[in-house]
């Protein structure tokens, strides 16, 4: 895959780097490009210092007529964003379906996930809560010196990161705006960001998006026990999606083989750890609060998977009824749990997310709310 060097000079952004290499999608021919762009970090363990953040682009060749938009991909709160949004499953791509229906998208992973930087505390196994420690062998190692109890990365240096690669997004396409697609914590993220900068984003989509009604304003205190990053095994991941399972054949087995070995591919050195594991930050997370959800205008779509049990469909609900713009739609999706774009009734929330792209609307409606799939 050649690789070229490109200098960006912007407020948080010193440079990137790109690569690229062809992908198919279904009969459609699409171009997967690697991104990196550099951030001045405020996050405790690193501040001061240039982390990369990776983005994925997936997007047409290139071509006479201008892209539709463009979109960017916000992820949650374990699973990196090329592992969630660009599985290797062929046509389980949500990215790669709004590709091929003429949008340049994007991915990023967030400082500690994926192949974006990880802060050295990440490569000590010492840093993870006891239980998880047990997972990979060390409980009982008397060498562990963890570091004091608090969580890796605030919500703030999240949203600089999102501006720091919209910034680079609108200069690399010439655009005003960018379109913002979050799943899970990637809620918070992407919600809380568009409530900062609500004139660089153009539409919201957000799948099982982790609002409630009791977040802080500010920084909460943390418990004693709050640690720095945590873990997730095959087993644990398997058990989190089949508790959340409701319907015959909900998903596909080779689906859950394909997530998870992506999962592995994108953290060398948890696949390491006991039978393989992911690692992620612990995050703060504060400030989209009810307040401020109530004062959003940007047209945002919602979606609930009907049986998901991490983000229940009446916190969703919750989002809706609170959210101040007059342009928002609320899905609730049949026969799908937390991970519905890896689900067989994903069609549905693919082709609304096209049409609310499109024109701001799902089934021709502006706002209200849609059961889907059932």
Known sequence: ???????????????????????????????????????????????????????????????????KGVVLFVHGAGTPAAVAFDTSRPDYSWMAYLAAAGYDTFAMDQTGYGRSTRPAAMEDPCNLPPKQRAEIGRAGDASCKPMPPRHLTPITSEWEEIDAVVEYLKKLRGVKRVSLVAWSRGGPRAGGYAALHPDKVERLIMLAPAYTRAMPATAPKLPASATLMNIQSRASFIANWDRQVGCADQYEAATLDAVWSDMLSSDPVGSKWGSGVRRAPNTTVWGWTTAVVGKSQTPTLMVAGEHDKQVVPERVEHLYNDLGSSRKVFIQLACSSHNAMWEVNRAHLFRASLEWLNSGTVNGKQTGMLRLGY
């Open 1 to 67: 895959m050649k690789r070229v060097n490109v200098i960006a000079v912007l407020s948080l952004v010193v440079g990137a780097t790109v690569g690229g290499c062809a992908h198919q999608q279904g009969s459609e021919q699409l171009v997967a490009t690697d991104h990196y762009v550099n951030v001045r970090s405020s996050i405790p363990e690193i501040a001061g210092q240039n982390t990369r953040i990776y983005v994925r682009e997936r997007s047409r060749p290139a071509r006479a007529d201008a892209p």
